[in-house]
């Protein structure tokens, strides 16, 4: 075999292997499907999957014949990520009416029940010490009062009604705390709702009409 051949063939050996230990090389700088994004540490907690919060709530209600709205809340928190959340969560109170007016002449403070959805953005990363958020909600209630003096429709005589509404919430808050177990969180916050025209007993609703309100949110978050 001449000597040019000789060199032209050991040059294509040369590049095939060259090539081949480049692929390898290669193969083995990439990722894996399952590999944790750059933001997760291998030596973060693991995301906590459930909250569970309870919380009460003070508003102070701005429309024709209304005080405030003192409630209680428990609700239930899937964590998305490390900075969504969405809850699901039920509630109950009582709406306090402004005396003197024509709202508090016709009926007592009226109970309020309901439930409703929630979302939540965190702008730091769990278990650090402050945590703050903005919160979004939606809400379905249901209402229930005794009129001061009793009404006589359809031969007959009404001294309970109810209705339903919706109310809508906007707000801000800080988890305190790096606990894996508990924190205690505060919010305030601000909204708005209505109630149906017509009530269970099938009168005009008159007597209750749309609000909105600014409100202060306390409560506590176990994580699961």
Do not use: C
């Not at 005009?204 to 009409?209: K, R, T, Y």
């Amino acid at each position: 075999m001449k000597t040019p051949h000789v060199f032209w063939i050991g040059l294509v050996v040369h590049a095939s292997v060259y090539l081949a230990h480049g692929q390898q090389n290669n193969a083995t700088e990439v990722a894996p499907l399952n590999e944790e994004p750059p933001s997760v540490r291998a030596t973060d907690p693991p995301l906590d999957a459930v909250h569970l919060t309870l919380s009460v709530e003070r508003r102070q209600m701005f429309g024709t014949g209304y005080k405030s709205f003192t409630e209680g809340r428990l609700g239930g928190e899937m964590i998305e990520n490390e900075h969504q959340g969405l809850s699901i969560f039920i509630f109950g109170g009582l709406i306090e009416l402004e005396e003197g007016s024509s709202t508090h002449d016709a009926a007592h403070d009226p109970a309020v029940i309901g439930f409703g959805l929630g979302y939540r953005y965190y702008f730091a990363r769990q278990h650090t010490f402050l945590r703050p958020y903005v919160a979004l909600e939606g809400q379905i209630l249901w209402m229930t009062w005794k009129y001061r003096n009793e009404i006589v429709f359809d031969n007959e005589t009404i001294r309970y009604d109810s209705t339903q509404g919706a109310d809508g919430y906007l707000g801000f808050g800080l988890i305190l705390g790096s606990n894996k177990f508990m924190n205690v969180f505060a919010e305030i916050g601000a909204g708005g709702g209505f109630f149906a025209a017509e009530t269970s007993e099938g009168l005009n609703n008159d007597i209750f009409h749309p609000y909105g309100y600014i409100g202060v949110r306390a409560g506590l978050t176990f994580q699961f």
